[in-house]
């Protein structure tokens, strides 16, 4: 259940990225893989290595996984700008 709830505070962050220029590595696709990579290796890092199970899940769980959500956005952010994607203007 922790899992879950790291990825789904991974992927309610992910849905802010739409306000920023499109200058992912990988476009939103992008934005959305590191996000979720970046919720589930924090929340990973600060459980010790292991998933809450049901019983041991709180709301606090999902707060764990913002810091490393907002990593891998903005990793993926700053790649994409040193690889020198332009803001896509529709």
């Known amino acids: 259940m922790g899992m879950l709830a790291w990825v789904m505070m991974g992927l309610a962050l992910w849905h802010f990225t739409v306000w920023a220029p499109d200058r992912y ?22 459980n ?17 996984g913002v810091p490393g959500a907002l990593a891998g956005i903005a990793a993926m952010y700053f790649e994409g700008v040193r690889r020198g994607n332009e803001a896509v203007h529709i």
């Open 25 to 46: 590595w990988g476009g939103i696709v992008g934005a959305f893989v590191g996000a979720l990579v970046g919720s589930i290796v924090t929340g990973f890092i600060i």
């Open 48 to 64: 010790g290595f292991s998933v809450p199970g049901e019983h041991a899940t709180h709301i606090l769980t999902a707060l764990e």
